[in-house]
Nanobody, 125 residues
């Protein structure tokens, strides 16, 4: 089992920045990839970005590419999402997720086995 805890959410003005963190514990050695998803009120959960847990390639949704950066610190078992140039439409609960089954960067939430509890990001206009 993998336990995930997000932190770093908050309220920020449009154009501002936030850095989210996801602390992982448990069977992290079995993790292939990790991702960030988000869910706005009344909307379906949406893929944001993904990274190989052992380092290497990353992937981003078109809506955040160039503004968000996903990274991981293997020594601390932590993943981050640096969010710059935030827009009101980025407002959502952000979740980190771990994939232990597929050795590809997956963009669908059904590919992920473990989820954190989420952290709220609110961007005011």
């Amino acid at each position: 089992q993998v336990h995930l805890v997000e932190s770093g959410g908050g309220l920020v003005q449009a154009g501002g920045s936030l850095r989210l963190s996801c602390a992982a514990s448990g069977r992290t050695f079995s993790t292939y990839t990790m991702s960030w998803f988000r869910q706005a009120p009344g909307k379906e959960r949406e893929y944001v970005a993904a990274i190989y847990w052992n380092g290497g390639s990353t992937d981003y949704a078109a809506s955040v590419k160039g503004r968000f950066t996903i990274s991981r610190d293997g020594a601390k078992n932590t993943m981050h999402l640096q969010m710059n140039s935030l827009k009101p439409e980025d407002t959502a609960v952000y979740y980190c997720a771990a994939n232990l089954r597929y050795y590809e960067l997956k963009t669908t939430d059904t590919a992920y086995d473990y989820w954190g509890q989420g952290t709220q990001v609110t961007v005011s206009s």
